[in-house]
Protein backbone atom coordinates (compact mmCIF):
# COMPACT_ATOMS: atom_id res chain seq x y z
CA UNK A 1 0.00 0.00 0.00
CA UNK A 2 1.82 3.42 -0.98
CA UNK A 3 1.83 5.79 1.68
CA UNK A 4 0.20 8.65 -0.05
CA UNK A 5 -2.90 7.83 -2.37
CA UNK A 6 -4.39 9.99 -4.47
CA UNK A 7 -6.89 9.58 -7.64
CA UNK A 8 -5.41 10.04 -10.83
CA UNK A 9 -8.19 10.94 -12.78
CA UNK A 10 -7.91 12.72 -15.46
CA UNK A 11 -10.94 15.10 -14.59
CA UNK A 12 -12.26 17.42 -16.78
CA UNK A 13 -14.18 20.01 -15.69
CA UNK A 14 -16.39 23.27 -17.05
CA UNK A 15 -15.23 26.57 -16.48
CA UNK A 16 -16.49 28.36 -13.49
CA UNK A 17 -16.89 25.04 -11.70
CA UNK A 18 -15.54 24.47 -8.20
CA UNK A 19 -12.91 21.85 -8.38
CA UNK A 20 -12.36 19.38 -5.47
CA UNK A 21 -9.15 17.44 -5.58
CA UNK A 22 -8.29 14.55 -2.67
CA UNK A 23 -5.62 12.54 -1.28
CA UNK A 24 -5.46 9.85 1.72
CA UNK A 25 -2.66 8.46 3.44
CA UNK A 26 -1.90 5.89 5.85
CA UNK A 27 0.98 7.40 8.07
CA UNK A 28 -0.25 9.38 11.17
CA UNK A 29 2.82 10.94 11.33
CA UNK A 30 2.51 13.28 8.88
CA UNK A 31 1.83 16.85 10.35
CA UNK A 32 3.31 19.15 7.23
CA UNK A 33 1.02 19.07 3.71
CA UNK A 34 1.51 20.74 1.17
CA UNK A 35 -0.38 20.97 -2.70
CA UNK A 36 1.77 21.39 -5.96
CA UNK A 37 0.56 22.58 -9.47
CA UNK A 38 2.51 21.14 -12.14
CA UNK A 39 2.34 21.98 -15.96
CA UNK A 40 3.53 20.14 -18.68
CA UNK A 41 7.11 19.95 -18.48
CA UNK A 42 7.58 22.21 -15.85
CA UNK A 43 8.51 21.84 -12.19
CA UNK A 44 6.25 21.30 -9.62
CA UNK A 45 5.22 24.68 -8.14
CA UNK A 46 4.11 25.38 -4.56
CA UNK A 47 0.12 26.25 -4.15
CA UNK A 48 -0.57 25.70 -0.38
CA UNK A 49 1.14 25.12 2.82
CA UNK A 50 -0.63 23.69 6.04
CA UNK A 51 0.08 22.10 9.52
CA UNK A 52 -1.64 19.90 10.90
CA UNK A 53 -5.78 19.69 10.44
CA UNK A 54 -7.71 22.69 9.56
CA UNK A 55 -8.65 25.09 6.69
CA UNK A 56 -6.54 27.52 4.75
CA UNK A 57 -7.29 29.81 2.13
CA UNK A 58 -5.53 31.94 -0.54
CA UNK A 59 -7.86 33.73 -3.48
CA UNK A 60 -9.53 31.15 -5.08
CA UNK A 61 -7.81 28.15 -3.07
CA UNK A 62 -8.79 26.51 0.04
CA UNK A 63 -6.50 23.45 1.40
CA UNK A 64 -8.03 21.20 4.24
CA UNK A 65 -6.37 19.10 6.37
CA UNK A 66 -8.49 16.17 8.74
CA UNK A 67 -5.74 14.19 10.20
CA UNK A 68 -8.37 12.44 12.31
CA UNK A 69 -9.63 11.13 8.93
CA UNK A 70 -6.15 11.22 7.75
CA UNK A 71 -7.64 13.11 4.17
CA UNK A 72 -6.76 16.03 2.92
CA UNK A 73 -8.58 17.79 -0.12
CA UNK A 74 -7.94 21.48 -2.02
CA UNK A 75 -10.94 23.76 -3.62
CA UNK A 76 -10.71 25.42 -5.91
CA UNK A 77 -13.52 27.86 -6.78
CA UNK A 78 -14.39 29.72 -10.29
CA UNK A 79 -11.72 27.33 -11.69
CA UNK A 80 -10.43 29.15 -15.23
CA UNK A 81 -8.42 27.17 -18.05
CA UNK A 82 -4.97 28.21 -16.72
CA UNK A 83 -5.89 25.92 -13.84
CA UNK A 84 -5.75 23.23 -15.80
CA UNK A 85 -2.58 20.95 -14.66
CA UNK A 86 -1.92 18.09 -12.78
CA UNK A 87 -1.97 18.95 -8.73
CA UNK A 88 0.37 16.91 -6.71
CA UNK A 89 -0.48 16.43 -2.69
CA UNK A 90 2.62 16.29 -0.67
CA UNK A 91 3.25 15.61 2.93
CA UNK A 92 6.14 15.34 5.55
CA UNK A 93 6.45 14.66 8.95
CA UNK A 94 8.70 16.80 10.58
CA UNK A 95 9.46 20.26 10.52
CA UNK A 96 12.91 21.02 8.36
CA UNK A 97 14.00 20.39 5.46
CA UNK A 98 12.93 16.98 5.62
CA UNK A 99 11.57 14.45 2.40
CA UNK A 100 8.37 15.12 0.77
CA UNK A 101 6.16 11.98 0.25
CA UNK A 102 3.20 12.53 -3.21
CA UNK A 103 0.86 11.25 -4.14
CA UNK A 104 0.78 10.09 -8.15
CA UNK A 105 -1.01 13.38 -9.01
CA UNK A 106 -4.50 14.46 -10.26
CA UNK A 107 -4.77 15.27 -14.27
CA UNK A 108 -7.08 18.41 -14.65
CA UNK A 109 -8.83 19.91 -17.39
CA UNK A 110 -10.89 23.10 -17.24
CA UNK A 111 -12.53 23.71 -20.58
CA UNK A 112 -13.75 26.78 -21.62
CA UNK B 1 16.05 36.48 -8.25
CA UNK B 2 17.08 33.52 -10.54
CA UNK B 3 14.94 30.23 -9.80
CA UNK B 4 16.27 26.63 -9.39
CA UNK B 5 18.05 25.75 -12.03
CA UNK B 6 18.65 22.49 -13.96
CA UNK B 7 20.80 21.17 -16.96
CA UNK B 8 20.89 19.26 -18.98
CA UNK B 9 17.09 19.74 -20.20
CA UNK B 10 16.93 17.12 -22.23
CA UNK B 11 19.44 13.50 -22.22
CA UNK B 12 19.48 10.42 -23.92
CA UNK B 13 21.76 7.50 -22.74
CA UNK B 14 21.80 3.33 -23.34
CA UNK B 15 21.74 1.10 -20.75
CA UNK B 16 25.11 0.42 -18.83
CA UNK B 17 26.73 3.95 -19.38
CA UNK B 18 26.53 6.89 -16.54
CA UNK B 19 25.22 10.37 -16.36
CA UNK B 20 25.48 13.27 -14.55
CA UNK B 21 22.61 15.78 -13.66
CA UNK B 22 23.53 19.16 -12.28
CA UNK B 23 21.39 21.62 -10.39
CA UNK B 24 21.55 25.44 -9.05
CA UNK B 25 19.47 25.97 -5.98
CA UNK B 26 18.28 29.67 -5.83
CA UNK B 27 20.18 32.43 -4.38
CA UNK B 28 20.58 31.63 -0.35
CA UNK B 29 19.46 28.16 -0.61
CA UNK B 30 21.69 25.75 1.22
CA UNK B 31 19.55 21.96 1.04
CA UNK B 32 19.39 20.42 -2.07
CA UNK B 33 16.73 17.65 -2.65
CA UNK B 34 16.51 15.09 -5.53
CA UNK B 35 13.53 12.98 -6.91
CA UNK B 36 12.81 10.81 -9.78
CA UNK B 37 9.30 11.19 -11.37
CA UNK B 38 8.09 8.42 -13.95
CA UNK B 39 5.80 9.23 -16.21
CA UNK B 40 2.44 9.41 -14.64
CA UNK B 41 3.60 9.41 -11.09
CA UNK B 42 4.24 11.88 -8.55
CA UNK B 43 8.22 12.55 -7.82
CA UNK B 44 9.99 10.01 -5.36
CA UNK B 45 12.39 11.36 -2.89
CA UNK B 46 16.27 10.38 -3.95
CA UNK B 47 18.40 11.87 -1.57
CA UNK B 48 19.18 15.16 -0.11
CA UNK B 49 22.03 17.04 0.34
CA UNK B 50 23.47 20.01 3.41
CA UNK B 51 26.77 21.42 3.71
CA UNK B 52 27.89 19.04 1.50
CA UNK B 53 26.72 16.41 2.74
CA UNK B 54 24.19 13.72 2.44
CA UNK B 55 21.20 14.00 5.10
CA UNK B 56 18.78 12.06 4.11
CA UNK B 57 17.99 8.89 1.43
CA UNK B 58 15.52 7.38 -0.25
CA UNK B 59 14.92 3.69 -1.42
CA UNK B 60 17.15 3.96 -4.24
CA UNK B 61 20.04 1.94 -5.08
CA UNK B 62 23.95 2.81 -4.52
CA UNK B 63 23.59 3.63 -8.64
CA UNK B 64 22.41 7.03 -7.70
CA UNK B 65 25.08 9.08 -5.93
CA UNK B 66 25.58 12.87 -5.72
CA UNK B 67 27.48 15.38 -4.14
CA UNK B 68 26.97 18.57 -3.49
CA UNK B 69 29.51 21.51 -4.00
CA UNK B 70 30.56 24.48 -1.61
CA UNK B 71 28.53 27.17 -3.80
CA UNK B 72 25.72 25.04 -2.59
CA UNK B 73 25.35 23.63 -6.01
CA UNK B 74 24.72 19.72 -6.74
CA UNK B 75 25.22 17.10 -8.85
CA UNK B 76 23.26 13.63 -9.24
CA UNK B 77 24.80 10.19 -10.42
CA UNK B 78 24.03 7.33 -12.01
CA UNK B 79 25.85 4.72 -13.32
CA UNK B 80 24.75 1.64 -14.93
CA UNK B 81 21.78 3.03 -16.67
CA UNK B 82 18.74 0.64 -16.61
CA UNK B 83 15.60 1.40 -19.17
CA UNK B 84 14.19 2.29 -15.84
CA UNK B 85 15.89 5.10 -15.34
CA UNK B 86 14.28 6.78 -17.98
CA UNK B 87 12.23 9.22 -15.92
CA UNK B 88 11.97 13.42 -14.91
CA UNK B 89 14.57 14.19 -12.73
CA UNK B 90 14.04 17.12 -10.41
CA UNK B 91 16.03 19.31 -8.09
CA UNK B 92 14.77 21.04 -5.27
CA UNK B 93 16.42 23.71 -3.27
CA UNK B 94 14.62 25.00 0.61
CA UNK B 95 14.30 27.64 2.73
CA UNK B 96 12.57 28.15 5.59
CA UNK B 97 10.49 24.66 5.40
CA UNK B 98 9.76 25.32 1.70
CA UNK B 99 10.94 23.24 -1.17
CA UNK B 100 11.04 25.25 -4.70
CA UNK B 101 11.98 23.26 -7.84
CA UNK B 102 13.29 23.30 -10.82
CA UNK B 103 11.93 21.95 -14.08
CA UNK B 104 13.61 18.81 -14.34
CA UNK B 105 16.15 17.11 -16.58
CA UNK B 106 14.36 14.33 -18.77
CA UNK B 107 16.17 11.36 -18.68
CA UNK B 108 15.92 9.14 -21.37
CA UNK B 109 17.13 5.39 -21.68
CA UNK B 110 17.28 3.21 -24.54
Not at chain 1, 15 to 29: D, K, M
Amino acid sequence: QKEVEQDPGPLSVPEGAIVSLNCTYSNSAFQYFMWYRQYSRKGPELLMYTYSSGNKEDGRFTAQVDKSSKYISLFIRDSQPSDSATYLCAMRRDQGAQKLVFGQGTRLTINP
Amino acid sequence: DAGVTQSPTHLIKTRGQQVTLRCSPKSGHDTVSWYQQALGQGPQFIFQYYEEEERQRGNFPDRFSGHQFPNYSSELNVNALLLGDSALYLCASTLLDTQYFGPGTRLTVL
